[in-house]
């Protein structure tokens, strides 16, 4: 037997499938019984829009950021949803075509332009995408939709608006952090991203983030590098998804799925390749643990698996 399958996701084709945001909350249909003390709000991230202009994005890390909000209160519940302002978003919208290449779906310069024009367009460095549909997470009194990326969006997360696009590579030595951070008790945020360390080789920082103190300004602008811990390989750093806290340590799983940079660098400027298209297996690496102690934050060994 013979079978066609319409939709590269197959069954799952429903999750790539474009929603439109709300203009307001609408109620939501509640089974069984939600107890009146219980109020408060969720938030959550997630993609909402899967074609620009008849292209098409490829992959669920793709799909432009929309936040979602489920409000409790008094045994009810509203929902609402609306998509991040982020520069992804808009120019896409605007130019009606994907303009910021995305996890798995590439951007290629404005066809309107003549070919001299798209050629100087290739050389002007890679635009890193600030879609951030992955993660929501506070930091002090504000809230910040994430990604993997450099770029973290500050959001209202009352009126879901979009408030302010952050850099963070104005305030830390990284090139992208996780979007899965660790948040202690007190507010203190930490998480880690890969940076260029001694003698130009490849190394994972861990941040710190402290909690908002009153009079004490912003917490994203005290934050700072804790520890560093060295790359397996100097030119090739290793996917990051996520890290491990305890109590009293940081630990840091650095897996042999490999970011080729030398590919990143040139297939990007010169063929539009994906973040996908430069990952490449070390199959010879194993996989490495490292350890650090939290405070003092000191490195202390790596053991290979």
């Known amino acids: 037997l013979l079978s066609s399958v319409e939709h590269p996701a ?6 790539f499938e474009t929603v439109e945001e709300l203009e307001e909350p609408i109620p939501a249909t509640v089974l069984g019984l939600i107890p009146s003390w219980l ?3 969720v938030l959550r991230m997630g993609p909402g829009l899967f074609k620009v202009g008849g292209e098409p994005l490829n992959h669920l890390f793709d799909g432009q950021a929309m936040i979602h909000k489920f409000d409790l209160q008094n045994g009810g519940v509203t929902y609402h949803r609306r998509f991040i302002r982020t520069d992804a978003y808009v120019r896409a919208v605007t130019e009606n075509r994907v303009v910021i290449t995305e996890f798995g ?10 070919i001299f024009s798209r050629f100087f367009t290739y050389f002007r460095g890679i635009e890193v995408t600030d879609n951030c549909m992955v993660n929501i997470y506070p930091v002090g009194e504000d809230f910040y939709a994430v990604t993997e990326t450099n770029f973290i969006t500050k959001v209202d997360p009352d009126s879901l608006e979009t408030l302010e696009k952050v850099d963070l590579c104005k305030y830390l030595s990284v090139n992208g952090v996780t979007a899965h951070p ?5 507010g203190t945020v930490y998480n880690i991203g ?5 003698n130009m080789s490849l190394a994972y920082n861990i941040v710190k983030i402290p909690p ?17 811990l060295p790359s397996s390989e100097r030119l090739k750093p290793s996917y990051v998804h996520s890290f ?18 030398l590919k990143f660098l040139s297939a990007w400027s010169f063929r539009g ?23 003092p934050a000191g490195y202390m060994s790596k053991t290979r698996d």
């Open 10 to 15: 197959a069954g799952y084709r429903k999750i």
């Open 39 to 41: 109020k408060g709000s």
């Open 273 to 295: 390749a994906t973040y996908m298209d430069c990952f490449e297996s070390n199959q010879s690496m194993g996989t490495w643990f490292h350890l650090a102690s939290k405070d």
């Open 105 to 114: 779906t590439a951007a290629y310069p404005d066809p309107c332009r003549n």
């Open 194 to 198: 890969n940076c260029f360390g001694k």
């Open 212 to 228: 908002a103190q009153e009079g004490e300004g912003e917490p994203l602008e005290k934050s700072q590098v804790v520890v560093q």
């Open 182 to 186: 660790h948040t202690d008790p007190d």
């Open 244 to 261: 491990g806290m305890t109590e009293n340590h940081f630990v840091f799983v650095e897996q042999p799925v490999k970011i080729n940079l």
